[in-house]
């Protein structure tokens, strides 16, 4: 169940694995978009077959993802969240975030945390404006001076 977001008409979110074709070429688009933002700086970061995906749908043809890891007790890590870049600008992204802070409830996550880049001013208004503060970076981010690291509490 997705709280406080409406979904845009021909969306659909359905669960994926990290293997699903889809989502590979939604993740392998994303890293490559991050490549050309930060090249050597870019922290590489394996996709861990322990993620689960919801995949977003428009019209039947997959546009976004996103990932959610648990990581400790109660704390999940949102992985690989992206909306391809033809599809931007219509709130997709924030029907990923509200959708993974769903299943982390639903899985009992208290904490989101989630790591983005120095120079993705669109993700870190979108995390800030839905209650994510700033947080220390965690491993493997601590040494990467183009990382930032976030969390919410979703009690």
């Not at 409406?6 to 889809?22: C, F, M, Q």
């Amino acid at each position: 169940m997705i709280d406080r977001v409406e979904l845009i008409e021909g969306v659909e979110l359905r669960p994926a694995t990290s293997s699903d074709e889809a989502v590979l070429a939604l993740t392998t688009a994303q890293q490559a978009e991050l490549a050309a933002i930060y090249a050597e700086d870019q922290p590489l970061v394996g996709l861990h077959r322990d993620i689960e995906f919801t995949l977003l749908l428009l019209s039947g043809a997959p546009v976004g993802c996103v990932g959610l890891q648990p990581v400790a007790p109660g704390v999940g890590e949102i992985k690989r969240m992206y909306v391809e870049p033809t599809s931007r600008g219509w709130g997709l992204s924030r029907v990923l975030l509200a959708s993974v802070e769903s299943d982390a409830r639903a899985r009992g996550l208290t904490t989101l945390r989630l790591e983005t880049g120095t120079e993705q001013h669109q993700a870190i208004a979108l995390y800030t404006h839905n209650g994510y503060l700033p947080i220390p970076a965690y491993p493997p981010f601590e040494n990467e001076p183009a990382s930032l690291c976030f969390a919410k509490d979703l009690a």
